[in-house]
């Protein structure tokens, strides 16, 4: 015990030592001990419980991890869940513990590694921007190519890594060295040999010139013999070789000397080796980071930068799935499958590789290559071993099987049927019958896979995004068949469970706006016709009518009556036994609702048609004489058990049993014809259903007051349809019966369209005209031209608002501020939520003095909301400026944040506020919290002229949270947030 105590007591001392050589002034100083004891606490009091923390944390989201298995599922496993808050908690805690690594210990080997898993905490918070922020910054102070960054300075090696690079500098210098000696003795090898060929040369020329001149001397003494004279001068000599004069090149060709040095050392190619830093696995999340963003560019250039055979081996196992999730994020399903393929081959366990065959099956499926897609479902159900992903891969198979031809429809079916049965089944039904409801519905089986939807539902205990896919199913059945009361409750139920992030969410809100009044005046017409029908009964009848109703229907009650655009969340179907003769209107084509009825007794006995879904909430008011016989219960046991006589009696005051409450009722019904004649047209673009209820209209009703407007609405729908003679028809009605009407001067006038056109242009011609007369200042002028403007531009017009406000300018020059500031109170009054009333709050607000001209604090409370503990920036809003004074300003503030808050490392952005006003924002970014963005505020207000360099402008500086700068952009314009900002958060700062 006492010798521990004493190596405890030493080591102390030394850390003490280390501590006070310790200087983060500059890190290269620090001393061996100081850098022992950083690395050890940066590593063992904040990296590695991050790292733990990490752990536990994506355990716990791959465990609450839910995937929509009928679409492409993410690469990611850990993402699809409802709440992705629930790690926050740790995720705070591991920023914590990194920032005080980052900030208390520079000198440790370990910051860069807490730079990434800061980034990666932000990631898995879904914080994507202030994830970005950081990993840009560490691309940038980390990146170890940077003769400025933090490892290019600080990485050094040391120990055993550092004498390894010693001796590979050694041994590439002897290589170098042992080179240079066998070039320098090839060299010398070649010169030598090129000095024998030249001394050969030589003796073989002095040979030859002796040869020529004995040859000459003998010519010479025979022609001296006989007689004949030679120049007394004829000289042969060899001509002489000079030195210099070598042809012949002294080096030879160095692939020779190669051939004939076989002994030469060539050093062989260096290896790449592994990136040891944390630079690869930052610039992989940065990567994740804008696939998130959908900043594509960036995101491919950085993961065409890591290269697998440098990369650590965590990393590598990340970088084909992220590459494959970024072609799969933009559709590119042909390029995401090699990548998939490398994902799978280098998957470090079963789970991931099962996850990545199954992507790659639901691609193969959507690319149509059915073949391919089964060889994956079949990779993924024997691959993985979650119990789930493996059921899922089984159904998939058993889809494609058919697809592919390889089993029959029928032989599937009975398999999944008898899964049903089986008890490991049991909590897996709702995928079961969803799986039956996709195969039927892919051979045109509709009504069959209605079913096995709606079971799917009924068996659905907790999985929302498979109950929300279950009900799009069976709404868009409906759809397709114009069956809009039934699509439009499948839809809101659809709209219910679907998360806001699904890319239909905006696409199934379309579709419920445009249906949700069709659903409403269905309904409406539908149960007044009930209600006409109880009316032509007799009075013993009809109680016995109306208590077989209340029976079937206890929770019903009338739809409330509305004007034709509200609409009517709850409506449903009323049906009706009413005959209306020979109508061909869906609603009364008696022949085939008694065809329907038997058809559905048949199957499913005398039950009443609904539905279960909400079932406390719907009503299907089924009304059947046949089952009005004695059945033993008396009315009085009826009124007793099951009916209220108050249910009764609210029912039976709305039966029209007089003259005036059956006109009621029939107005109502025409009223609600018309009105869905217009909306199948304009709404859901079926003129078929837009003719047909209007001309019902007309047969059960004749004339009615909505006679011409139905005509045009009908011969319009059959312009569209190519029905001339129908079209024909209603045009020569219109004609005959209205022919001064705006509708026959359509029809007879081609031009009539460009003629209202002119008459716009010449509106906007005499408000220019005005316009520029203001600019001028004949301000009495322009107030007269604005008082005759009615008979000039007409009414047709859109410049009501712009010429209120220029009329309260021209008062404001002509009569003073008073004038002034009543007459763009008018405007604001006038014209809500307009461009106008956005520059008159703005004027009244520069004009400044009535508070009760100012934007009502009440209004943009509902608009604004204040988090004084989140993120802040501070927008600076300038209003006019042109591009290089925009510049000019910007520059401005960037040197004036470097004198005076170069430690916050603030940031820019640029955004456009408003296009008209030219009202752009520079974006100041980021502040921990509000406290921290007014107090720059309230610096910058007493800078003013070092803000902006004296030069004079329009502009605001506000504080503002990342939400509200968000709601403020959407607004397009700062006046609302300016008022919320003075008059609910500087008011605390004073």
Known sequence: MNRIIIYFLAFSVIAGTGLSCVTTKKRNETSKTGKFYHNTTAYYNGYWNATEIMKESMMTLRAANVDDYNNIIEVEDYVSVDNPKMVKPDMDKILEKVSTVAQLHLPSDWVDDCYVMMGKAQYVKQEYETAAETLEYFQEDFNPANPYGRNYKSKKLTGKAAKKAREADKKVKEAEKKQAKADKEAERKAQAKQKEQDKKAKAKEREKAKKEKEKQRKLDAKNKKKGIKTPSQIKTTAP???????????????????????????????????????????????????????????????????????????????????????????????????????????????????????????????????????????????????????????????????????????????????????????????EIYFTMGEIELSQNNESIAIEHFQNSVNNNESNAKLKAEAYYKIANIHYDADRYLPASTYFDSTFMFLANTDPRYDQIKRYLDNLKDIAYNIHLISYSDTLLYFASLDEKDRKKAVLKYLERNPKSTSPAIKTPNQSNKGGVLITSNANFGN??????????????????????????????????????????????????????????????????????????????????????????????????RDKINNYSRSAETLETMHHRYGPTAYELDSYFYIYLDYMDLGNAAKQEEYKNKILSKYPESKYASVINDPEYFAKAQNQANKADKYYSTMYKLFTNGQYAQVEKMIQDAPSVMGTDHDYNAKLSLLYAMCKGNTEGKEAYVRELNKVVSSYPGSQEQLRAKEILRFLGGDNSAFANVQDVDKIYTRDPNSVHYVAVVTYGLDDSKHVNFKISISNYNKRNFASDRLQFGDAVLNIEDNAQVILIRKFDNEEKAVAYYKRVMRDVADYTKNVEMTYDVLPISQSNYRKMISERSAVGYRTYLENLILVDYN
């Open 583 to 680: 109508s061909t209107f869906f609603a009364y084509n008696m022949a085939n609702k008694e065809r329907g009825r038997q058809a559905f007794i048949k199957s499913w006995g005398n039950i009443a048609l609904e539905d279960d879904w909400r079932r406390s909430e719907k009503i299907s008011f089924a009304v059947d004489p046949d089952d009005d016989k004695h059945d033993g219960t008396t009315e009085e046991d009826a009124l007793g058990t099951k009916i209220s006589q108050d249910d009764y009696n609210a029912l039976n005051r709305e039966i029209p049993t007089n003259p005036i409450k059956l006109q009621e009722t029939n107005d109502r019904i025409t009223a609600a014809m018309f009105t869905l004649g217009k909306l199948f």
């Open 240 to 430: 002489e070789v000079k030195k210099d004069s070598i042809s012949t090149p002294v080096r030879p060709v160095v692939d020779k000397i190669v051939k004939e040095e076989e002994s030469l050392y060539i050093p062989e190619p260096q290896k790449l080796e592994e990136d040891k830093t944390a630079y690869s696995e930052g610039m992989l999340w940065l990567a994740k980071v804008y696939i998130k963003r959908q900043n594509w560019f960036p995101a491919q250039m950085l993961l065409e930068k890591l290269k697998p055979e440098v990369l650590p081996k965590d990393v590598r196992h990340e970088l084909a799935p992220t590459y494959a999730n970024f072609y799969i994020k933009q559709e590119k399903y042909a390029e995401a499958i090699p990548k998939l393929d490398d994902a799978i081959a280098t998957a470090p366990n079963k789970n991931l590789k099962g996850r990545y065959a199954f992507i790659a099956g639901q691609i193969s499926q959507k690319l149509n290559r059915n073949g391919d897609a089964l060889r994956y479902f079949e990779l993924a159900k024997s691959s993985s071993n979650n119990p789930k992903m493996e059921f899922m891969a089984e159904m998939a198979v058993a889809k494609n099987s058919i697809a592919s031809g390889t089993r029959s429809k029928d032989d599937v079916l009975k398999s999944l049927k008898k899964n049903l049965g089986e008890a490991k089944y049991a909590k897996l039904k709702d």
